[in-house]
Nanobody, 126 residues
Framework: QVQLVESGGGSVQAGGSLRLSCAAS????????LGWFRQVPGKEREFVAA????????SYADSVKGRFTISRDNAKNTVNLQMNILKPEDTAVYYC???????????????????WGQGTQVTVSS
């Protein structure tokens, strides 16, 4: 069983930065691919970024490429999302998720992920 707890959300003006963190419990965390997703009320959940278990491979949605950076620290059981040059359209609840299937592929499909955090709100004002 893995528990994920996000932090770091808040309100910021357009052009600003935020750093989200997700702390995980569970002995196998370092072997899981991890992802960040976001959701706006009334809209479908959207893939943001993902990282392989080793941290050697990453994937980003086109909408955040070049602005967001995903990273992980397996010694501390954390995954981070550095968000720069934020835009109002980045406003959403952000969730971290863990793929516990020891996948060789990092996925952008949310249904692949087994564990989810409770989410943290990010609000970007213009």
């Amino acid at each position: 069983q893995v528990q994920l707890v996000e932090s770091g959300g808040g309100s910021v003006q357009a052009g600003g930065s935020l750093r989200l963190s997700c702390a995980a419990s569970g002995r196998s965390f370092s072997r899981y691919n991890l992802g960040w997703f976001r959701q706006v009320p009334g809209k479908e959940r959207e893939f943001v970024a993902a990282i392989s278990w080793s941290g050697g491979r990453t994937s980003y949605a086109d909408s955040v490429k070049g602005r967001f950076t995903i990273s992980r620290d397996n010694a501390k059981n954390t995954v981070n999302l550095q968000m720069n040059i934020l835009k109002p359209e980045d406003t959403a609840v952000y969730y971290c998720a863990a793929d516990a299937n020891y996948s060789g592929t990092i996925y952008s499909r949310g249904e692949v992920y087994d564990y989810w955090g409770q989410g943290t709100q990010v609000t970007v004002s213009s």
